[in-house]
């Protein structure tokens, strides 16, 4: 009989382990990862403090897996892109939700234009046209000889030009996570001119292009770059027009959507806090590549924790709502209507409020 000692056992374990890092390091995988050195995180203290403020909030209806935005018609209603391609409405005083229509996509970002017609950031066909009649038209499924490929979020200027992001020209919305591993700003935002018809690249190398919001005086435009924590101003007139600069940088999570309240006040749901492995991991292109190759379940994930900013004109944190339970986790827009804030979600099946902070 052979016996095994245990110095013999932990050879094994020690070329098993050596194995099965040379098998993971070998295996490719459609990701070209690049050097970056994150930001030290902001502590969650002072006017980044946690509180209860989003933790209960009102569920105004439960209408379908992940809300993603929310945005209030001419009608008075509600209106939501879920997962499963639906658009759907909560009509005043109801708590239910009733379809209005399918892209046969996944709807993320909605803005109503004056003539009432719905504009979607679908992830899977573009921007969209939805009229009254629940007609559906594609404006834009490629832009100067691209694709597009994960329209995120859409909003229209005081002049009509309709601004929407491409999140990433590498990866589709079925595969975000391996965009942040990789972290090649290839995210766009785009200008398109209904008038004209014509679509054009007005920012590119972006780190996720995600929320975007136009100032009030149509001056500018505000877009979050998710996997850099930050917010980018573009302006659009005066002087600095066709430039970019810094708006907010180094946030405490990932900015998802942004919505500009009546106030000036540039609200901005977080989809989930900063990861501090997927920090440390920035810089060393070779680990996320073997990140890359395991499985769903053992790579970094967002924590379940509900947050949102209101941040001022000069990019300060002027509001600050958290939801530590994780009841509201994911949360991918936080929308002024009226005196209330609506929650959306990226996994959520319910749109919920929370009062409107005045102060």
Known sequence: MVRW?????RWIALAACVALVGYLA?????????????????????????????????VVAVVGEGPEDVVLGPDGAWYSGLRDGRIVRVLPGQRGAEDFVSTGGRPLGLAFADDGSLLVADAKRGLLRVDRDGE????????????????????????????FTDASTRFGVDDYLTDALESRPTGRLIAFDPATGTAR?????????????????GASVFVAETFSYRITRFWITGDKAGTSE???????????????????????????????????????????????????????????YGLVLGLAADGSVQHNLHDPSGRWAMLTSAVPIGDVLALGSLHGHAIGRVPLPTN
């Open 26 to 58: 070998a295996w490719p995988v459609p990701i070209e990862p690049i050097a970056w050195q994150p930001p030290v995180a902001p502590a969650l203290t002072g006017e980044l403090a946690p509180n209860q403020q989003l933790t209960n909030a009102d």
């Open 136 to 163: 559906i038209e594609v404006l834009v499924d490629e832009v100067e000889g691209t694709p597009v490929l994960f329209a995120d979020e859409v909003a229209i200027a005081p002049d009509g030009t309709i601004w």
């Open 246 to 304: 810094p708006f907010a940088v180094n946030l405490p999570g990932f900015p998802d959507n942004i919505s500009l309240g009546e106030s000036g006040t540039l609200w901005v749901a977080l989809a989930a806090p900063r990861n501090a492995l997927l920090d440390r991991l920035g810089p060393h292109p070779w680990a996320r590549k073997v990140v890359a190759r395991l499985p769903t379940a053992v790579r970094p994930k967002p924590a379940r």
């Open 201 to 217: 690249i007005a920012l590119a190398g972006l780190h996720f292009a995600n929320g975007v919001a136009v100032a009030h005086d």
């Open 5 to 9: 000692d245990g110095r013999r056992w």
